[in-house]
């Protein structure tokens, strides 16, 4: 299974920005796949997390209303649009893959990508 993260980078408060997840060797079908954060200092936090089978999302409350995963089977690819950024979204985001359970507990998944960062300032 390989995760490769992209779309991250630096932007102002109340900006957006879409983090894109390609996915290889992995079966979307079955599993839930997730976006999982890390501050610097700080423990992994899910942020959000969606079923492969029939799209159901979950979300830590500090980004509900704000964050939106979605995916494409087709092109093997999850997305998480972050819209109203703020300062404490700063992070490294890291797609993950392969929970089975609906759960945002970072070490239910057993597949990570490499990350990349978002900075919000």
């Known amino acids: 299974v390989q995760l490769v993260e992209s779309g991250g980078g630096s932007v102002e408060p109340g900006g957006s920005l879409r983090l894109t997840c390609s996915a290889s060797?992995?079966?979307?079908?079955?599993?839930?796949m997730g976006w999982i954060r890390q501050s610097p200092g700080k423990e992994p936090e899910g942020v959000a997390t969606l079923w492969g089978g029939d799209w159901s999302s979950y979300y830590a409350d500090s980004v509900k209303g704000r964050f939106t995963i979605s995916q494409d089977r087709a092109k093997s690819e999850l997305y998480l649009q972050m819209d109203n950024l703020k300062p404490e979204d700063t992070a490294m985001y890291y797609c993950a893959a392969g929970a089975t359970l609906s759960t945002l507990i970072p070490s239910s998944f057993p597949h990570w990508g490499k990350g990349t960062q978002v900075t919000v300032s």
């Open positions: 060797g992995y079966t979307f079908r079955g599993h839930y």
